[in-house]
């Protein structure tokens, strides 16, 4: 079953205005159940405004969205259900929190859902849990928290409703290494956990690599790329034209082949270059 199917979808900024600007442009993408796919692009490429389709929030000029089959824009469609069922995180969630507590704004969202409130608790206990925020945090108010922190919770409120797709859009801008690391590691294992589809929206490749079965590339409101990761590092040089960067470990092995390494080029994470070049190593030390 497909879980989301986009057809010729198009998003125009300010139509019939002097602003009139196109921000998407023609898409045409299947997301599968349970795939971990990451949007990539620049500022202004359109993949912020492509995920706010997945779940309602915008509206296309022009073309249709289906999930689980249905068409999302037809007449009697609940919009209410399809946000309890594609949840979305914004780049800078912390602006979303304002209960008076942690408990209580991850509760917001499955008590919205008008489940029992034993079914609440329990919702946003496990919630919690799984976005690993020790339970001492949960009388404080959000506001206490750090980024890092305020990030977890936020992820948890849509985690309480128990999506069947979730969408983070940049959930690391601003945080140090480790907190993205954390944030990531965090929601990699959420996926594999409970199987739920993954969008990851990112302009770091670095991020994306580690963690995605597949990476759409995003130029101008248009699909540029849409492949598995290795596949897309292959256009490393068209990636830079477009300002994007493949990840470090890519331009590395490259240089290495470049002078004369019998190298394997797709390593996309440090485990498998490391791994290329002992291999590499150890064949020379044989001969």
């Not at 990539?40 to 779940?55: A, D, F, P, R, Y």
């Not at 020790?134 to 404080?140: G, L, Q, R, S, W």
């Not at 797709?165 to 929601?187: F, H, N, S």
């Amino acid at each position: 079953m497909m879980s989301i199917k986009i057809e010729h979808l198009d998003y125009v900024y300010s139509q019939g205005t002097a602003y009139e600007k196109k921000a998407l442009n023609n898409i045409n993408l299947e997301i599968p159940d349970g795939q971990f796919v990451g949007i990539i692009g620049h500022t202004g490429s359109g993949k912020s405004t492509l995920v706010q389709h997945l779940n309602g929030l915008m509206k296309a000029t022009d073309g249709t969205i289906y999930f689980n089959g249905e068409n999302i824009y037809a007449q009697g469609y609940s919009m209410k259900e399809l946000r309890s069922k594609v949840g979305l995180v914004f780049q800078y969630p912390e602006y979303q929190l304002f209960e008076i507590d942690v408990f209580t704004d991850v509760c917001f969202g499955p008590k919205n859902l008008g489940l029992p409130i034993e079914e609440v608790e329990k919702r946003a206990t496990e919630a919690l849990r799984q976005v690993g925020l020790k339970e001492k945090y949960y009388k404080k108010s959000p506001f206490e928290l750090s980024g890092g922190q305020k990030r977890r919770v936020a992820i948890a409120g849509i985690l309480a409703m128990q999506p069947e797709v979730l969408i983070l859009d940049e959930p690391t801008a601003g945080l140090d290494p480790k907190g993205r690391d954390d944030i990531l590691d965090q929601i990699a294992e959420l996926q594999k956990q409970r199987n739920i589809t993954v969008v990851l929206v990112s302009h770091s490749m670095e991020d994306i690599a580690k963690y995605v079965d597949r990476i759409i590339v995003m130029e101008k409101g248009k699909v540029r790329f849409d492949d598995a990761p290795k596949k897309v590092f292959e256009h490393y040089k068209e990636l830079e034209c477009i300002g994007l960067a493949a990840p470090q470990v890519t331009y590395v092995m490259q240089e290495l082949k470049n002078r004369g390494m019998n190298v394997d080029t797709h390593a996309t994470t440090i485990e498998e270059a490391v791994a290329s070049i002992m291999s590499y190593e150890e064949g020379r030390g044989r001969k």
